[in-house]
């Protein structure tokens, strides 16, 4: 048997609602969870779920295809064939924690599916790579109910992509990790994200002018300077706007910040010691922190789960 493709989760390290009103965004890869489309250990309860899931997923795709809204050909008729053998999508990455799960199903099943596929093995001009979004953003939206496709994208290119606007989308390269007490690191909430539900009450706000010229002044500036300044490895003027980004999104984003969480927020903008932002959607799952010394970091987070993705 063919050894199906694996699919690792991604981070978008700076750009969530961001890139949903274009301002930039930058995510990467994430080794540490995966998934594949199996069909070995097709009892277990989990690969029945996933199953289950797989056939809801291939009957709206199918709707798509005949309302001409899929865009991109997909072999459906093999795709029913193969969750009638009982196919389904084994993965470690956690649902609903901003890590890309459905993004990974999604380039999974392209990969397998798509008649005509472009290959990231190759060398994919700037017009394939957004086409490659834009296609991915349609069928993800099933998950989701809006969705920009870069989750999908970066999973599948396997590579880390700076999103400038929604017509300039590439893969770029971030400065090499060094060992030092540096670190970005995730924090887990232990509890589920509702990635619909956050996605509405942000549309919501987005109706007020207030918000609306927040989003598109402060925090698209605030955003777009973190990435340039993690891009260059410029540490100083990175954590400076990390703290403006990290204060804005306190006060602008409650409803996505679990109330629990919020001191640990309060915490790291008055001691300076790290800063923590949104990872994804928010409303639980991980939350990003940036740190320039993350024994210290680690010191004031006690009892909390924090897993290091990046150090520099």
Known sequence: MIKEALFHSKILLFGEYGIIQDSMGLSIPYKAYMGELKYEDKT??????????????HQHLLNMAEGKELPVQLDLVQFGKDIEEGMYFDSTIPQGYGVGSSGALVAAIYDKYAINKLDPEKNLSSEDIIKLKAAFGTIESYF??????????I??????????????????????????????FLMNTGTIGETQGMVNIFMERMKQEG??????KDFKKYNDQCISAFLEGETQPLFDS?????SLVLQNFKPMIPSNFQKYWEDGLKSNAYYLKLCGS?????????TRDFPKAQKMLQGQELEVIYKF
């Open 155 to 184: 999973c599948y290119l396997k590579l880390p992509v700076l999103i400038k606007s929604k017509s300039d989308v590439n893969t770029i390269g971030i400065p090499d990790e060094k060992e030092g007490n540096g670190a970005i």
């Open 211 to 216: 918000f609306r010229n927040m989003i598109k």
């Open 282 to 290: 928010g409303g639980g799952g991980f939350i990003l922190g940036f």
């Open 242 to 246: 990390l703290k403006h980004l990290s």
């Open 44 to 57: 277990s309860s989990d690969a029945q779920d996933s199953n289950g899931h797989l056939v809801k997923f």
């Open 144 to 153: 989701h109910g809006k969705s920009s496709g870069v989750d999908p994208l």
